[in-house]
């Protein structure tokens, strides 16, 4: 409020006021706090005595289409406003106004998204976002993030905000304020492919006919990406710079293996460095990654490696690839790499090139306590020279598990069928195929 102004009241117990009803000089989405605001907050969430409860004004009209939502966005509509209020009293939340909930999206959206600076305010049941990030996957997300809040029946996209003092230049690409970066923004902004078989994630998968190794395999992996640093884009592509770190283990064992559990086959290991830049509806990755591999204990206690197989092997790796994802749905990307410094008596040809896409079918199949379900569809092809430039693939399909509206890691299940070269580092120069059902953890 101007301090040349009286402050008025816009919320009390008894009476809240609308944001279509907030006087004309007062910018939606700013609260004035009246005296007695501590008792209006607290009558919020603990019914008072003298007020009766209601059923929430927008549960009526949860069975009538819905205005100015997208038409992609999911339907969120239910006996309790949406997936998010277990812990609200009912009739509660559509008694605050406008600028109260706008400063309660607010506050989620920065938990959720600090890294993106988005920019809250709100007209009546519709929420209105601006400053909203260039990739359509991120802004997507955060869209239907707010879209299952609360008792918010629309959201709107504007690339101005209404709320920006006079004079400072806003824009869908803006800046976040006066920060120039932020230090472990929370997920990548070149999200790891889905089908690569040599991702570093926690993954738990049941192979069979796997023609290198055994009819029967278990393999075992823990490993996963972190984003380090993000330095804002200052360019004028508006585009944003990150340092990622990632790495893990791979595990593989012949469970069908007479007199024992579960022979150890191969392990391999790896870390890896990605550097990213990320504009708009492109990102680029280039990365630097070693790779070690090793042969199985068990394996080589029983004398069952090939003769002169090498206890491990190990080499580096060179990558650069190019995304691109016009929606929040759809994914594409190329890239190639060079192979160097592997061992003499392993020599790995140097030269790959990998093409890929992603395909998410029905965005709000499930959708649950908070958790959703989509399916997806994807494939990874790799032509390497060490096979004949042949291409081999790997293709996946299956469904996602996630927070609705999160960019955190997800649970996927999925049937994955690979064909061309061995993925075990140690037989990655053998042709084979297999057929497995697998479960991943991470982005």
Known sequence: VPSDKQAKPVFSPTDALSASELQKDEPVGQASFPQDSQQAFLGLFWPLEDEPEEECATTAACDAPEQDVEEDSCDVCGDDCGPRTWNVPAGRLEKAPGPYLAGYIQSLVDTHFY?????????????????????????????????????????????????????????????????????????????????????????????????????????????????????????????????????????????????????????????????TYQSGDWALRARYRFESSYIGDELLQRSLQPPGAPFSINHHTAELHLAWQPTGALRYYIGAGHTWDSDPFFELYPWFAEAGGEVYLWPCSWDAMGMSGVPFLAMHLKWAEAFGWNYEGTYALGLEWGASGSLSRSLRTFIEFHEGLETAGQFSKTKASHLAIKATYGF
């Open 115 to 275: 890294a993106h600076g988005v920019r809250v305010a709100s007209e009546g049941d519709k929420v209105v976002l601006s400053n909203l990030p260039s990739s359509a996957y991120v802004a997507d997300k955060i869209r239907r993030f707010v879209l299952a809040l609360p008792c918010v029946k629309s959201v709107e996209i504007r690339c101005e905000s209404t709320e920006e003092p006079a004079g400072r230049d806003c824009c869908c690409c803006d800046l976040w304020g006066q920060h120039k970066g932020v230090w472990f923004p929370g997920s990548p902004s070149f999200r790891p492919f889905i089908a690569d078989p040599r991702e570093p994630r926690f993954t738990v998968a049941r192979r069979w006919d796997d023609e290198a190794l055994s009819d029967h395999v278990l393999q075992v992996a823990m490993g996963g990406t972190i984003p380090v640093l993000r330095i804002f884009g200052s360019d004028p592509y508006r585009g944003d710079v990150e340092l990622d770190l990632s790495g893990g283990v791979l595990a593989y064992w012949d469970v069908d293996y007479p007199g024992v559990t579960a022979l150890l086959m191969a392990h391999d290991y790896y870390v890896a460095v990605p550097l």
